[in-house]
T-cell receptor, first 110, second 114 residues
Framework: TQLLEQSPQFLSIQEGENLTVYCNSSSVFSSLQWYRQEPGEGPVLLVTVVTGGEVKKLKRLTFQFGDARKDSSLHITAAQTGDTGLYLCAGAKGYSTLTFGKGTMLLVSP | DTEVTQTPKHLVMGMTNKKSLKCEQHMGHRAMYWYKQKAKKPPELMFVYSYEKLSINESVPSRFSPECPNSSLLNLHLHALQPEDSALYLC?????????????FGPGTRLTVL
């Protein structure tokens, strides 16, 4: 059973476009983390959201945690080629483990 | 220092070899993790160490043997691996082994089993 549904699985866009990645679950999470991973490298933590309804901004990236703490979204404004990578959401619930979504592979072309 | 380091970066081994992967963090984190990641898939949890004690083993085959010599180091000993064990092995750490703590990942070891 996939507890965290992430969509879309693949996204190919042109530089300058906007995009949104979604992470949905029927379960409540105590927090949710977003990571970006480049090929052959480890995931890099972008943000952690904890409070229902929370919105966090990181330059051109906006992260939102749903009011019920079951879903989250990542919006990128004016995408750049450097944004290319695998975006992973991961929910924390229970003792020390993270539940990962399947990931969204983003390709931004010049 | 928010860095988790892993060595080696790449490893090629035969099915009869014994090798070890190493992970180190100096953030004072008390939880450390091993993950296995196949191409285009999310990381899969293998082991969790909490205060240098093994707290979670996700039914990993015994050919993978973790070790935590101290609070900063985590090893993964490999023996008699199979080609399907080829993957990116990631180490991570978090401040405390409780729900909601952020995990910081190392760059990974790309393992190829021939």
């Amino acid at each position: 059973t996939q507890l965290l549904e992430q969509s879309p699985q693949f996204l190919s866009i042109q530089e300058g476009e906007n995009l949104t990645v979604y992470c949905n679950s029927s379960s409540v999470f105590s927090s949710l983390q977003w990571y970006r991973q480049e090929p052959g490298e480890g995931p890099v933590l972008l943000v952690t959201v904890v409070t229902g309804g929370e919105v966090k901004k990181l330059k051109r990236l906006t992260f939102q945690f749903g009011d019920a703490r079951k879903d989250s979204s990542l919006h990128i404004t004016a995408a750049q080629t450097g944004d290319t990578g695998l975006y992973l959401c991961a929910g924390a619930k229970g003792y020390s483990t993270l539940t990962f979504g399947k990931g969204t592979m983003l390709l931004v072309s010049p | 220092d928010t860095e988790v380091t892993q060595t080696p970066k790449h490893l090629v081994m035969g099915m009869t070899n014994k090798k070890s992967l190493k992970c180190e963090q100096h953030m004072g984190h008390r939880a450390m993790y091993w993950y296995k990641q196949k191409a285009k898939k999310p990381p899969e949890l293998m082991f969790v160490y909490s205060y240098e004690k093994l707290s979670i083993n996700e039914s990993v085959p015994s050919r993978f043997s973790p070790e935590c010599p101290n609070s900063s180091l985590l090893n993964l000993h490999l023996h008699a691996l199979q080609p399907e064990d080829s993957a990116l092995y990631l180490c991570a750490s978090s401040q405390h082994p409780t729900s909601g703590n952020e995990q910081f990942f190392g760059p990974g070891t790309r393992l190829t089993v021939l």
